[in-house]
């Protein structure tokens, strides 16, 4: 993705990839850690080791940091989240297998007597070990590739010890070939969250590795599930960022403009709870708040506070964990015994993994099973506790106008009982009942979006949610129409059909193998997605990192879904459209972007004109205003 | 031919080779499209017109026009914010200005070429980039700004309103360029690419430059 060089660098928190990224938008956050990785990755005694944090504490980032520093060394990385072709245990094994295949071949080393053979696995059919690693390791393009792919991930789900078995052979030859000990990455283990199948899938490939020397990244929730990886396994914990840090990061994020926003850094911090990505998702909804929608900065701030909570914190019903959030709000810590104990772990479990608690940092030598930790600012700014500190005028002025306008969590103000406990309830009832008065005219998700798909120096990931289909072909066709005015955004519509019997995440995996930063992939979610469907696509979250995306779910359906996407949602800004579609659009304005396109293009059919053609013939059609 | 002479045939071919869209439609199209970019700001949608406005969001301005013609204008500024009036100009061609009474319509003379890059340089800053008739934005009430100095940020002061520019056009990209305070880097780089293409056009004989190539579209 290209970046600005003095300017404005805004987007939802995607990790840093690319040289200029790391030039102009890294911070050191954690030195300590980065280190230590330093030294493992260069040090072939090092056993393995996890490397956990929560959701958007900035783990990929720093692994990436450190990682580019190692760039030519022997190393293997194993994608657990993006890559495998099904999160089964077949599927996971292949993916070992097949990357482990790829080192070796790399360096010659002898493949025969293993203790697999090309034959075990006829769906594929090759009779070369690069031709069977490369198609192990590799997106299918169509459905039959999938299908034979998935025939193959069967085979090795019945023999999956072996597999892992050859997998060691693999690894001993390839030590002694390189006379160094290999070194395995493996990515996206914090995307399975623990007590799903897939994650009971995944077990046995994970103790597999964790004897060899292996970097496990792992959400914050796996580092006290050290069973699953072996005994006395070193881990290394990402907290929370520091105020001055997250500051830095800030006035990156704003380049030159920077000290124009200044004033606003820090309640961003604040109520960020020390989190990078919740940090700038705040950044990003206040920028737009002040720029866009001209809102001062009490009420950016408060809107932004409402636009983040509703988009990244869901809590179902019922399985709120409000007696481990009294205790951290009276102590400041968790108890780590918490995540084992067969009462308290589901709840402690998913505080964590879904963001609503923030473990800030390792407990100190003196209390070694106390997490110093806090609920996250966005639930906690809402309720009155009795005795906290007292509010800086500031900060009383942003809750009162959030009060006013009865639209941001810390205008909820919500009371606390007898016993100090909050009215937890009301709580989540009222962040759902502000959204529903959230709707926006088609132009209003223009404004909204518009950063992002008119911009090609940032790709975002939208999804746009509606009561009545009606004709959302046309309200796409002027999305990516008004695009085309700004540069040429090919579009590609996908829809993807779920629903027992149906693939579509494989379908959706086929149509991004030709990944293209440029194009408008449409995507639009039909049909009753399964379960596991929709973990499927909570684990693959990071392969629509640096796409621009529009996604189109119903929305009762969309309600559903996000309860399994406490991954997913992360990358994602959520928009509501209204009945009243397109108010405030005349066909002289479409007429007029019809006739720019095609004055400045040199192709007499783009992307643009047709799109705006259809737009303009459906408003026609359906005596739109004129 | 003395410098004087030359400079006022570049600045005569400046303005009808760049500056006079017809129509205008594209041009403004384009320079609403483009603020955004040169500016290293995210983008905001933006339709443009013969009468319209738009919003420097880090000056909490906004800049409304109203282009009867290229020679009948007015503009004004505006506090984003509360509504309250800055500044505003009109033009009016009814009445005569000194500009108006002195017009080149000669080429510029073959034999001192080499001259030409210079010129073009001379007038471009007077045209665009320090007009000898300025106003800075302090001087209208506005709040001053002070972009970040260690990543080459510039600050409002450096913002020169010209006074007495008759071609709304020029009025436009002149505010452009003023209100790109990111960097001076950027403000640099344009002058040596708007030197380099207005030298070009004028050296080749060109009739026009396009609205494209004006504001570096990259389409």
Sequence with gaps: ?626 | MNDNKRRAIVWDTIERLAFRPNPPESWLGIYAKTLHRFWDVDPMRDRFALDDNFIVTFLNLKCSHFIESVSKYSISFVHDSSDYMHWQTHVDPGFHSKASLQTYVANYPRQQMDELRRDVEAVLIGMLFHPRCHAHLEDLGVRHVQLDQDRGGLSSYEVRIGGGIENPYVFLFHLRYQFCLVSDQVRQTERQRLIDLFERSIRGGEQNVNARDLFNFQW
């Design chain 1, 1 to 626: 993705m290209k970046r600005r060089e003095y300017g404005i660098n805004l987007d939802d928190g995607v990790a840093l990839s690319t040289e200029e990224e790391f030039r102009l938008l890294y911070v050191p956050c954690n030195p300590d850690e980065t280190a230590c990785l330093q030294g493992w990755f260069a040090d072939d005694t090092q056993g393995s080791l996890l490397l956990g944090g929560q959701i958007g504490s900035g783990k990929t980032t720093l692994f990436k940091e450190v990682s580019r520093s190692f760039i030519d060394a022997q190393v293997i990385t194993v994608r657990f989240d993006t890559d495998p072709i099904e999160p089964t245990e077949g599927g996971f094994c292949m993916l070992l297998l097949g990357r482990t295949l790829q080192a070796c071949l790399k360096v010659g080393v002898e493949i025969d007597g293993c203790g697999i053979v090309l034959s075990d696995f006829p769906s594929i059919d090759t009779d070369t070990w690069h031709a069977f690693a490369d198609k192990t390791t590799s997106w299918p393009l169509n459905l039959q590739e999938a299908g034979r792919l998935r025939d193959v991930c069967a085979v090795m789900s019945e023999s999956a010890g072996l597999v892992r078995k050859a997998c060691g052979q693999l690894l001993d030859r390839l030590r002694y070939t390189t006379s160094r000990e290999p070194t395995i990455i493996a990515e996206g283990i914090d995307k399975f969250n623990p007590g799903t199948p897939e994650y009971f899938s995944l077990k046995d490939t994970l103790t597999f590795l964790a004897k060899r020397k292996t970097l496990l990244e792992v959400n914050a929730v796996h580092l006290f599930k050290e069973q699953d990886f072996r005994p006395g396994i070193r881990k290394l914990f990402i907290g929370g960022i520091g105020k001055e840090m997250l500051v830095e990061m800030l006035q990156k994020r704003l380049g030159s403009y920077a000290s124009v926003y200044q004033d606003a850094f820090p309640f961003i911090v604040d109520y960020s709870g020390g989190n990078a990505r919740q940090a700038l998702r705040l950044l990003n909804a206040y920028y737009f708040r002040r720029s866009q929608r001209k809102n001062d900065h009490t009420a950016a701030i408060a809107l932004a506070c409402h636009q983040v909570g509703r988009d990244l914190l869901n809590v179902p019903y019922g399985r709120f964990p409000t007696d481990i959030f009294d205790v951290v709000k009276r102590d400041g810590y968790m108890e780590g015994a918490l995540f084992t104990d067969r009462e308290g772990a589901p709840g402690a479990n998913d505080a964590v993994y879904h963001n609503w608690l923030f473990v800030q940092d390792e407990p100190d030598s003196a209390t070694p099973t106390k997490w110093p930790a806090i609920i996250n600012p966005l639930i906690d700014e809402a309720i009155e506790w009795a005795a906290v500190a007292p509010r800086t005028p500031e900060e009383e002025a942003i809750r009162k106008w959030a009060q006013d306008h009865d639209i941001s969590p810390l205008g909820l103000n919500l009371p606390v009982d007898d016993k100090g406990k909050p009215a937890w309830d009301k709580f989540w009832e009222e962040i759902e009942s502000s959204a529903e008065e959230e709707t926006l005219n088609i132009l209003g998700v223009l404004e909204e979006i518009g950063a992002g798909l008119v911009g090609i120096e940032r790709q975002d990931r939208i999804i746009i949610t509606y009561q009545d289909r009606k004709n959302l072909e046309a309200v796409r066709d002027f999305l990516v129409g008004e695009a085309n005015t700004y540069s040429l955004f090919p579009c590609e519509e996908i829809t993807l059909g779920g629903g027992e019997g149906r693939e579509p995440v494989i379908e959706l995996l086929a149509r991004l193998a030709d990944r293209d930063p440029n194009r408008i992939y449409s995507i639009e979610l039909t049909g009753k997605w399964t379960e596991a469907q929709l973990r499927d696509l909570e684990h693959r979250r990071n392969i629509f990192g640096n796409l621009q995306m529009l996604w189109w779910i119903q929305q009762d359906d969309l309600k559903r879904y996000l309860r399994y996407w406490p991954q997913l949602r992360q990358f994602f800004r959520i928009y509501r459209l209204e009945d009243e579609l397109w108010r405030g659009i005349t066909m002289e304005e479409i007429q007029a972007d019809i006739d720019f396109i095609k004055d400045i293009s040199e192709q007499p059919d783009s992307e643009g004109v047709r799109r705006l053609s259809t737009v303009l013939a459906y408003l026609k059609e359906s005596g739109g205003k004129s």
